[in-house]
């Protein structure tokens, strides 16, 4: 039995928990099932009704129109925990103030540094992590652990240890983007995890800026950042310095590790593509590789869908035989998984082409909320994968251990790796 025959079976108040089930279990074909018979899936629910699309036309359409489908659900999960953020507004002086000064200090010109940072990161990570067995788990030792160091290396918020850093990423970004069953222990977890932030950044902030003073600070982004406050007309104050230095570590590890894991896992199951990659990465040829890396991606994204929350009726998929009017105040699962997928648009989308052009990801997303650090993640997620497979580690472990387990949660959690024989 499809999702749609079990979907339309189940009673209104089932619908929601067994979408979200499926979308977590295996989204692809639920998603492709979707896209030819229902590509706009109206999902009643209480308090407010869910939709999702599924069309790259169409989800590229919502995510133009941010005065609709707003980001409006984010606020009150973020501003608790990192105070107002561009992620949680739109069309405001956080987008327009905010992400502009950001954007201008994680400079293009940085990128052949990052990743050679990337490189040399993963490189310990792997050695220190290999247990006595030989055995790599790549999440609990590679792919969290790197996109963590690269925060304080680059962007120069290292935090006061890996733990805390660690606790602080997932559970904002827990809250924030996959608690959307409000369970009030999650939303706690993010709160106390910004006031700790806060308390943390408030005296480490000031001694960046005296080395700053002293002509002895690490040139970093938060180092630029702090040499660069405006004048307070801008109103780019210490508090928007510290609520977006938070911001560099909330999106930045889980998404990045789920990136990195899953695409390895992709890979391990098309032995060609693993053998023509691994060849590409001994050759030194990044952009190569790289097209192997997000193109497996595309067969197993690190995040399905986005949501948005509905501030006026709309028609999607107006002027096609697919047009559904969706009222205000739904919540919109926009899904970039789906969209990258849709073979309306590109024929050979269900084929395995590592040379597709860039154009068509969207594992960055799309639109105004395009991810503020899309260029290091460019870098950090192909380079990382690719150090572990020039490490040799190419082969699943045996049984359950060799398979990504996300352990009923919403990240990867575990995922162990052998070399090859």
Not at 194 to 217: C, F, H, P, R, V
Request: proline share 6%; net charge negative; charged share 20%.
């Amino acid at each position: 039995m499809g999702f749609l025959a079990t979907f339309d079976a189940v009673p209104d108040d089932k619908k929601l928990l067994l979408t979200i089930g499926a979308l977590r279990q295996d989204p692809i074909p639920v998603l492709a099932e979707l896209r030819v018979q229902r590509p706009v899936l109206q999902i009643p629910a209480t308090p407010v009704n869910f939709v999702l699309i599924t069309k790259r036309r169409d989800v590229q359409d919502a995510l133009n129109h941010h005065s609709v489908f707003t980001v409006q659900p984010y606020q009150p999960k973020m501003d608790p925990s990192v105070g107002p953020f561009m992620l949680a507004r739109d069309n405001t002086v956080f987008n327009q103030r905010d992400k502009g000064i950001m954007k201008a200090l994680i400079q293009q010109s940085d990128m052949g540094q990052v990743r050679v940072k990337v490189a040399e990161l993963a490189c310990k990570a792997i050695t220190e992590g290999v247990g006595a067995d030989g055995r790599l788990d790549i999440v609990a030792q590679v792919s969290r652990k790197v996109p963590i160091q690269l925060t304080g290396a680059y962007f120069g918020f290292p935090g006061p240890d890996l733990d805390a850093m660690l606790r602080w990423s997932r559970a904002t970004q827990e809250d924030m983007f996959y608690n959307q069953l409000n369970d009030p222990d999650i939303h706690q977890a993010n709160v106390q995890a910004g006031a700790e932030m806060k308390a943390y950044l408030e005296s480490y902030l000031l001694e960046q800026l005296d080395a700053i003073g002293n002509a002895t600070a690490k040139d970093s982004v938060v180092t630029r950042l702090l040499a660069m406050i405006p004048p307070k007309e801008i109103g780019f104050d210490m508090t928007r310095v510290m609520s977006n230095t938070m911001g560099l570590l909330v999106g930045g590890v889980e998404t990045t590790s789920a990136a990195i894991s899953q695409a390895i896992s992709v890979l391990l199951d098309q032995p060609d593509h693993l053998a023509s990659a691994i060849q590409a990465a001994q050759d030194g040829d990044d952009q190569k590789f790289d097209g192997y890396v997000w193109e497996a991606l595309r067969f197993y994204p690190q995040a399905p869908f986005v949501g948005r929350l509905m501030s006026a009726d709309y028609i999607v998929g107006a002027g096609s035989d697919h047009a559904t009017e969706v009222k205000a105040g739904t919540f919109a699962w926009l899904s970039h998984a789906s969209a990258m997928m849709d073979e309306s648009i590109e024929p050979d989308a269900g084929e395995f082409r590592p040379d597709r052009p860039d154009w068509w990801y969207m594992h960055l997303g799309y639109g105004p909320h395009r991810c503020l650090g899309d260029q290091v993640s460019q870098q950090q997620v192909p380079e990382t994968v690719k150090q572990i497979f020039l490490a040799g580690y190419t082969k699943r472990a045996e049984g359950p251990a060799g398979q990504l387990d996300f352990k009923q949660g919403p990240f990867p959690e575990s995922f162990t790796l052998l070399k090859s024989d």
